[in-house]
């Protein structure tokens, strides 16, 4: 299976602020990730697709970056409504594996 | 829109079959790959597999040999049957659409294994 860490596990940051998450892949996976936001009791959302796309409806604030095994979540202004878990997620290869997830906080 | 929207037991014993469905509203089952993603308690997510209305499948292969995925296209839903449950299959149970970028999720079921 491919491993996916996150960092960090969590981190706390003001409003406005630009919030920087990074994910490491155990091997290449191309720009076959994406990111999803996880809101408590809510179902997870697609926020970033193919490393750096950013879905249909999603805020421009949020963006994505990277290739092979490093890989960069961005939030260029924290939004309070931005308070949730964050998930890199591969799917180069099956099966599908997610990274350990990032609470960001306000 | 498309919606999805999971049912289930909410307790069960250890050593059952758990068996979840998903109805799919607001568009058609066919022509999608459709998956089951799980969350334990204060953990992350975890893919269990996907299902292709052709038939073919998809499992994680730490879940495999308990697993098995099925659909309805004429009820426009697809299952989820898990045997031999114990306490460490305890979580949130999410039915999504793709087999990859899951645009589309349903809100979630609990399942709690307890004797």
């Known amino acids: 299976d491919i491993q996916m860490t996150q960092s960090p596990s969590s981190l706390s940051a003001s409003v406005g602020d630009r919030v920087t998450i990074t994910c490491q892949a155990s091997?290449?996976?191309?720009?076959?990730l994406s990111w999803y936001q996880h809101k408590p009791g809510k179902a997870p959302k697609l926020l970033i697709y193919?490393?750096?796309n950013l879905e249909t409806g999603v805020p421009s604030r949020f963006s994505g970056s990277g290739s092979g095994t490093d890989f960069t979540f961005t939030i260029s202004s924290l939004q309070p409504e931005d308070i949730a878990t964050y998930y890199c997620?591969?799917?180069?290869?099956?099966?599908?594996?997610f990274g350990g997830g990032t609470t960001v906080e306000i | 829109q498309v919606q999805l929207q999971e049912s289930g037991p909410g307790l069960m014993k250890p050593s059952e079959t758990l068996s979840l469905s998903c109805t799919v509203s607001?568009?058609?089952?066919?022509?999608?790959?459709w998956s089951w993603i799980r969350q334990p308690a204060g953990k992350g997510l975890e893919w269990i597999g996907c299902?292709?209305?052709?038939?073919?499948?998809n499992y994680n292969p730490s879940l495999k040999s308990r697993v098995t995925m099925s659909v309805d296209t004429s009820k426009n839903d697809f299952s989820l049957k898990l045997r031999s449950v114990t306490a460490a299959d305890t979580a949130v149970y999410y039915c999504?659409?793709?087999?990859?970028?899951?645009?589309?999720w349903g809100q979630g079921t609990l399942v709690t294994v307890s004797s």
């Open positions: 607001g568009g058609s089952i066919n022509n999608h790959y």
């Open positions: 299902i292709h209305v052709s038939g073919i499948t």
């Open positions: 999504a659409r793709g087999d990859w970028g899951w645009d589309s």
């Open positions: 997620q591969q799917y180069d290869n099956l099966p599908r594996t």
């Open positions: 193919d490393a750096s």
């Open positions: 091997q290449d996976i191309t720009n076959y």
